[in-house]
Structure formats: C-alpha cells, structure tokens
C-alpha cells in the first residue's frame, strides 16, 4: 500500500513539471512605428465631396484619445465620430466640409501600433474642397520672455483680422500646437490677412484664460506666404480681467477684503469719522482691517487699488466685524519672518527686514538689541529703521563687527500689535559671510547710451532673482558658488520693475535678453569683462 501511495505522489509531481507553462522567448522588440499605405481620400486630393475619412496602415494599430490630438485646421466645427478596424481607422463627419477650403488634418500620435503602441510619426492627411490647395506657410519660435526658455504644447493661432477680436471667446481660424523646441509650423493656408497669437491653452478649448495662461502676439498684422521669415513670440502673463472684490471675510478680529487678482498697492479713505489699521497681505489679494476699538458697528472704506498692469480701480466696501460671543476673543496668533531669511549669512554692514502679520501699534527700541559674538549687545535705538505704511515691515540699517554671528535679541514685549498682543521672546541667528566662500561676478552693459534705464539681475538655474543693479560696470559681490544666468530688462518706462504687455492696448511687454552662456562661479573666485549687450532694435 505505502508503494502505491509513493508511486501516486511521484506521478503527480512528475505531471505539474511536465504542465508548467513556460513563457516562448521573443525576437527583437518592435520599434518600428505603423506606415500609412493608403488613405480615401488621397493625401492633397482636390474638390473633395464626402464625409469619411479612411486611414489603412501596414499593421494592426489601436487609437489613443484621437479627439484631444486630431487637430483640424482651419477650424472645422464639424462633430465625427471613429471607428478602428485592425489595420485601419475610418473618421466620419457628422457634415460636409466647407466649400472652397483646403484642410489639414493633423493626427499628432493619436494612432498606434498594436503591440508596442509606436505612435505614427508625421501622420496628416491635406485635401481641399475647392479646385486648388492652399500654399501659404506661417513658422516661427516660442519662448518664455522670463526665462527664455522654449515652450512646449502652446497653442500658435492665426485670427481672422477683426476690430472686435477677443480671443477669450472666439478660436483661431488655423493654428498648431508647439513642439519641444517651441517650433510651430502652420501650413496650408489661405494667403491673406491674420493675427499671430499664442496662447498656453492648458485646458484646450482654444480659447485664451488671462486668470492663469501666458500669451504673446506678433505687433503688426501678417500676410501669409508672402513672407518668408520666421516669427518669434514672446509668452508672458497678463491678466487684464476686471479687478473685483471677490468676496469678504468678516471674523470677529478682523475683516477681510479678498481681490479676484493680486493688486500692487491700496489707498484707504476712511468715510466717516472712524479709522481702523489695515495691511495688504504677501498675496497681494487680501486687504485686512483690524478690529480695534472704539469704532461703530460698519465702517465705510473707498478703496483706490493699483493692479500688476498699472490700471486703477475704485470700490466702495462697508466694514462690519462678526459680534463677539465669549468673554475674550481669539486672537490670531502674531508670527514674525525675516528678511535675510532665517541662518543666511550676512555681511557687516546689511539692511534687515522683520515682517510681521499685524500691524505694529508699539515698539521698544531699547529692549530689542542686535548682539556681536555674545559680547556687544547694542540696542535697536542705536541703528537707523524705519516702519512701512502699515506699520508691518520694519526696515532696519544694520552694522555689526561680529566675526562668526550675529544676533536679534526680541524679547516678549518689545513689539506690540494692534490687537495687544505680542512675540514669545525670539532670538534671530545669522552667520558672518566668510568671503572665501563666495564669489565676485563683474562686467558692463555694452551698446547701452545714457539714455536707456535697465534692470539687470543675476538669477539661478530655477530663475529666482539673486541680486538686482541698475548701473555699468557692476559688480555682484559675496554670491555662492553655483550657476546663474545673467539677463537684462529695458526699463522704458523707468519704473524699475518689468512692465508686461497689453494686447488690447497693442503693448508689447518690455524687452528681456540674457547672455547666451551660463555662468559658472566658484567660491573664492572672481568672474571679470562679463558683458551683456543689448541687441539693437530692428
């Protein structure tokens, strides 16, 4: 009996190995993209009458998100629906095509292969409905204005020339889309008149969003295939909708007006005989009044706001705290940052900022001190500073002979906010800067006479601003070790900042170039004749 039972388990052990499935070894893995053998109708066919579409390839391919990357041009509104097939795909068109209109359709990597899912490469198919195909051509490059970097997947359109043009609510009549490089290419069109306009189009409705999408537009209307030069865009925000008061936020210790876009700078015109202290917060969309008493039950403000455009606005808003329900109200707790940040070394001679989230009602200038290596405690009072408008930044001229660290002494009580409340004792540290570990960067603005105002800055690889000047030759002193870019704004309007551009006013945004190569710095080490020029206007 144990001979049988043994004799039945190595038969069963022998079976499961015989019946394992082993996976066949392949070949060589397909990376040949799907070719197209033949289409109805013929690539570049003229008077094209139908309604479907037939693409045949030379394998078996599957279509991925056919309606988000067929683009049509120009602009069919013409719903289809599509059918795969194994080796072919067929598009049918709920109506005829215009008359007279040569098309393109461009498939993007919308068709695959099977097993590997290689994408078609160049797949478009033109046509016309008309006796003639369109001829004319529109290129060019695009790029961020800030960073100058190439844009990828932006919508470049061309627009029928109209006095009442608002690309928030209507399409391009052709357009592409942008490759890696930032190159378009638009391609049989008719030869006439258009607007060239790019637009981020980052929900792909073809339609321009100014809350949060770039754009650029060539200054002068263009004529298409008459001219055979590249265009080159420049993309930047410039949100032109009409400021508004989005909403308000009534606490019982302060309200809140919030903006639908951040505002530059407020002047506050109090209506009656109250006043309140306020401050516009970092955001720049939330202007805080505070509830200080005495004062009555509403408050009428007139508000002059100033937005990133320069534009102004007026608004009248009625101030009225939430009612008080306990015994003692629950204040927002007071918080305090710096300006150089926390730990950033510092030379012997700095300006410090301390930036606190409530107006200041009283300061003690002789209990907060700044102290030298533990041995000289000097008091603010002794040093030049200055408060904001609102009485929230506090500006300070600071010297110190300390040869490791440097120390703000804030003891619990020094600063008082509106609100009576105060800081918990805090005690701000930086490091002397040892200048063997920094680097000097210098050179000139070449081709610049007297009379052009510029704003140079030297920024990092993630296009954060390092330190800005305004004069030739410069100097960046005591910069770490790292790479930058240097580039160079023109400053015509001598506001000391960059102005962005206006497509309803035709203002394009203000110059920005950079020198062509990055900057290399190492610690202990000075960088000289780093000149920028400014490339002469054409």
């Known amino acids: 009996m144990l001979r049988i039972i043994a004799f039945a388990l190595l038969f069963l052990f022998l079976f499961e190995r015989c019946a394992q499935q082993v996976p066949p070894t392949g070949g060589k893995r397909d990376s040949i993209p799907p070719n197209l053998v033949e289409s109805n109708p013929l690539n570049k066919t003229l008077n094209f009458k139908g309604k479907k579409i037939e693409l045949f390839f030379d394998e078996y391919v599957v279509v991925d998100n056919i309606n988000q990357k067929l683009v049509i041009t120009p602009e069919a509104d013409n719903p289809y629906s599509y059918k795969p097939n194994g080796m072919s795909v067929s598009l049918t068109f709920k109506n005829q095509f215009k008359d007279s209109t040569t098309y393109t359709l461009n498939f993007g990597d919308a068709i695959k292969d099977f097993a590997e899912k290689n994408p078609a490469k160049n797949l478009k198919l033109v046509f016309s409905t008309g006796s003639s195909l369109d001829s004319g051509r529109v290129y060019g490059t695009l790029k961020d204005i800030r960073t100058n970097k190439p844009i990828f997947d932006a919508l470049v359109g061309l627009y029928n020339v109209s006095d009442t043009l608002n690309i928030a609510k209507q399409k391009p009549y052709y357009f592409s889309r942008t490759d890696s490089s930032g190159v378009f290419s638009i391609e049989n069109i008719q030869t006439r008149q258009y607007k060239l306009i790019a637009i981020d189009d980052k929900n792909r409705n073809m339609l321009y969003n100014a809350k949060d999408e770039r754009m650029g537009f060539f200054g002068k209307t263009i004529t298409a295939g008459t001219d055979s030069a590249a265009y080159q865009l420049n993309m930047y925000l410039s949100d032109n909708t009409l400021l508004k008061v989005q909403r308000t936020l009534p606490k019982v210790n302060n309200y809140a007006v919030v903006f639908s876009k951040p505002i530059e700078s407020v002047e506050v015109t109090f209506m009656n005989k109250d006043t309140l202290p306020y401050m516009l917060e970092p955001n720049g969309t939330n202007l805080k009044f505070f509830n200080v008493e005495p004062h009555s039950d509403t408050t009428l403000v007139k508000l002059k706001t100033v937005d990133s455009l ?130 000097v960067i210098r050179g000139r603005v070449t081709n ?88 002469e206007e054409k």
């Open 310 to 439: 320069g534009t102004s606005s007026e608004f009248e808003q009625k101030i009225a705290f939430q009612a008080q329900r306990g015994k003692q109200r629950q204040l927002d707790p007071m918080s305090l940052t710096t300006l150089p940040e926390a730990n950033k070394p510092v030379t012997n001679t700095f300006t410090y900022k301390l930036i606190l989230n409530k107006p200041i009602r009283a300061i003690d200038d002789q209990k907060i001190a700044i102290i030298s290596d533990s041995l000289t405690h000097e008091p603010l009072s002794t040093f030049k500073w200055r408060w904001n408008k609102n009485h929230n930044i506090l500006t300070i001229d600071a010297k110190s002979f300390a040869k490791d660290t440097v120390k703000f002494d804030i003891p619990k009580g020094s600063i008082i906010s509106v609100e009576g409340d105060t800081l918990p004792k805090t005690l701000l540290k930086h490091p002397m800067l040892n200048e063997e570990d920094f680097g």
């Open 448 to 535: 610049a006479d007297t009379s052009v105002h510029f704003i140079l800055d030297l920024v990092d690889e993630q296009y954060k601003v390092i330190e800005t000047l305004h004069e030739s030759p410069y100097t960046f002193k005591n910069i770490p070790q790292g790479k930058y870019f240097l580039r160079i704004t023109i400053d015509k309007n001598r506001n000391k900042r960059w102005d962005t551009g206006q497509m309803d006013k035709s203002l394009q945004p203000e110059p920005i170039y950079y020198l062509p190569d990055k900057i290399l710095l190492k610690a202990n080490f000075e960088l000289n004749d780093i000149n920028i020029a400014i490339p």
